[in-house]
């Protein structure tokens, strides 16, 4: 008997058989993940982005190690909790007052609840399709869901949350003149888990102004974004000035933390007393020395270099379908991006759904599996590149990729006849 709802804690992790067989991951190393038949893997969902070290970095896990023995949960105030603090707000600009959480979706629920009591106003409003995690409030209009498409005059609400179309300018204009009960805009520096849609020139900004003229505050979801391109928030990069930002995956490089970080002014509340916050497990030793060894790497890591590698990949893969007669392109960063099977990448999330295509994404995940790489199955997947993908890795991947290529060129090749349902 199965005890394990679907064999996977989240569903997110769930992937498709191959030949009559499921995955199950063994350990992993660097830029690989080996199953439990000792198969190796390049991974690229690298643990769907918190791995930007590649995986088992012993710096990283010797801290995490020495952490659990000096005691896991050691109750009260611990000098590694102030110490990952201090480290974390050295990167964090203006956004100097940190909470530790555990998870992704906590930090954005701490972050919600801070611009709700901050504001004194009841709703917050995410963008449609965009997923700031999984608990009730934002996973309202999340991706594939019936509300994150709608016309104007129909937008989706709850009396805690609405909607906003990503890259619509006249949209966020229209959304302050509908209702003046929006305590702060939650927003990602690209909607990255629809497929890394990117901004539209200036569309970040147009947010900012208009919430701040309506009295809202700007959150920045950075749980993805966030450490990824450098050693610091993606909004500051954008050139935005969010009031508080949601941190998580890149900043333990896989080990549970998350964090929200603020202006003083704005989180003044928990320093008070007046806005609630709690968990027996945030800011625990493990999670701070995980922050503190990872932001002390990625403050030596070339981003630079891993970017335009990643860039030099996404061509390659736009080359290899090519002379398969497939049609593809990319959008998202060298270490972050997606990859669709239209000539040009969508600039809004109705054009991401028209031109998803599930059997696409399911056989060019197997075929690569096949060939030793894992890529996620999802239409709105991304690939990630973690400090380990070498260039030797990386001409492994392509050379994956030209096997999956020629495998899926007989059913989606241009000219080919339209595959069996
Ligand atoms: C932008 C963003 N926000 C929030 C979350 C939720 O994080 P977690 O899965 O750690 O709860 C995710 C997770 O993928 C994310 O990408």
């Given at each position: 008997?199965?005890?394990?709802?679907?064999?996977?804690?989240?569903?997110?992790?769930?992937?498709?058989?191959?030949?009559?067989?499921?995955?199950?991951?063994?350990?992993?190393?660097?830029?690989?993940?080996?199953?439990?038949?000792?198969?190796?893997?390049?991974?690229?969902?690298?643990?769907?982005?918190?791995?930007?070290?590649?995986?088992?970095?012993?710096?990283?896990?010797?801290?995490?190690?020495?952490?659990?023995?000096?005691?896991?949960?050691?109750?009260?105030?611990?000098?590694?909790?102030?110490?990952?603090?201090?480290?974390?707000?050295?990167?964090?600009?203006?956004?100097?007052?940190?909470?530790?959480?555990?998870?992704?979706?906590?930090?954005?629920?701490?972050?919600?609840?801070?611009?709700?009591?901050?504001?004194?106003?009841?709703?917050i409003?995410k963008?449609a399709?965009?997923?700031d995690?999984?608990f009730d409030d934002v996973s309202f209009g999340n991706?594939?869901s019936s509300q994150a498409?709608?016309?104007?005059?129909?937008?989706p609400s709850t009396?805690r949350t609405t909607l906003?179309?990503?890259?619509?300018?006249?949209?966020?204009?229209?959304?302050?003149?509908?209702?003046?009960?929006?305590?702060?805009?939650?927003?990602?520096?690209?909607?990255?888990?629809?497929?890394?849609?990117?901004?539209?020139?200036?569309?970040?900004?147009?947010?900012?102004?208009?919430?701040?003229?309506?009295?809202?505050?700007?959150?920045?979801?950075?749980?993805?974004?966030?450490?990824?391109?450098?050693?610091?928030?993606?909004?500051?990069?954008?050139?935005?000035?969010?009031?508080?930002?949601?941190?998580?995956?890149?900043?333990?490089?896989?080990?549970?933390?998350?964090?929200?970080?603020?202006?003083?002014?704005?989180?003044?509340?928990?320093?008070?007393?007046?806005?609630?916050?709690?968990?027996?497990?945030?800011?625990?030793?493990?999670?701070?020395?995980?922050?503190?060894?990872?932001?002390?790497?990625?403050?030596?890591?070339?981003?630079?270099?891993?970017?335009?590698?990643?860039?030099?990949?996404?061509?390659?893969?736009?080359?290899?379908?090519?002379?398969?007669?497939?049609?593809?392109?990319?959008?998202?960063?060298?270490?972050?991006?997606?990859?669709?099977?239209?000539?040009?990448?969508?600039?809004?999330?109705?054009?991401?759904?028209?031109?998803?295509?599930?059997?696409?994404?399911?056989?060019?995940?197997?075929?690569?599996?096949?060939?030793?790489?894992?890529?996620?199955?999802?239409?709105?997947?991304?690939?990630?590149?973690?400090?380990?993908?070498?260039?030797?890795?990386?001409?492994?991947?392509?050379?994956?990729?030209?096997?999956?290529?020629?495998?899926?060129?007989?059913?989606?090749?241009?000219?080919?006849?339209?595959?069996?349902?």
């Amino acid at each position: 008997m199965h005890n394990l709802i679907g064999d996977v804690s989240s569903a997110a992790r769930i992937l498709p058989d191959l030949d009559g067989e499921t995955l199950f991951i063994r350990n992993g190393k660097g830029a690989y993940l080996w199953d439990v038949q000792g198969r190796r893997y390049i991974d690229t969902a690298l643990g769907f982005g918190a791995v930007l070290l590649g995986h088992a970095n012993e710096r990283v896990n010797a801290q995490v190690a020495i952490a659990l023995g000096d005691s896991a949960a050691p109750s009260w105030a611990h000098a590694r909790e102030h110490a990952a603090a201090s480290a974390l707000a050295a990167h964090t600009g203006a956004l100097s007052k940190v909470i530790f959480t555990n998870s992704g979706s906590e930090a954005v629920h701490l972050a919600c609840r801070a611009a709700r009591a901050y504001t004194g106003r009841g709703k917050i409003a995410k963008m449609a399709a965009g997923f700031d995690g999984w608990f009730d409030d934002v996973s309202f209009g999340n991706v594939n869901s019936s509300q994150a498409c709608f016309s104007d005059q129909q937008r989706p609400s709850t009396p805690r949350t609405t909607l906003l179309r990503f890259n619509d300018f006249d949209d966020v204009q229209r959304l302050f003149d509908e209702d003046p009960d929006i305590a702060a805009v939650i927003l990602e520096p690209m909607l990255a888990n629809a497929g890394c849609i990117m901004p539209a020139p200036g569309y970040l900004e147009h947010v900012q102004k208009v919430a701040r003229a309506h009295g809202a505050l700007l959150i920045s979801d950075e749980v993805l974004m966030g450490f990824r391109q450098s050693a610091g928030l993606a909004s500051h990069q954008a050139g935005l000035d969010p009031d508080i930002a949601s941190v998580g995956k890149a900043i333990g490089n896989g080990v549970p933390v998350s964090a929200i970080v603020g202006k003083a002014h704005i989180l003044a509340g928990f320093e008070e007393g007046r806005v609630q916050r709690g968990g027996t497990f945030s800011g625990n030793p493990m999670a701070c020395a995980a922050v503190m060894s990872t932001l002390d790497l990625l403050d030596n890591a070339d981003y630079v270099q891993l970017i335009a590698r990643g860039e030099r990949l996404r061509e390659a893969i736009v080359d290899i379908f090519r002379a398969e007669g497939i049609t593809v392109s990319t959008s998202g960063y060298g270490n972050v991006f997606s990859l669709w099977p239209s000539p040009q990448p969508p600039a809004n999330y109705a054009q991401a759904l028209a031109f998803a295509n599930a059997e696409f994404s399911t056989a060019l995940h197997l075929a690569l599996r096949q060939a030793g790489l894992l890529v996620m199955p999802s239409v709105f997947g991304r690939l990630y590149l973690s400090f380990e993908h070498s260039d030797g890795v990386v001409l492994e991947m392509t050379a994956a990729f030209k096997v999956a290529a020629a495998k899926l060129t007989a059913r989606f090749a241009a000219g080919r006849p339209a595959p069996a349902a």
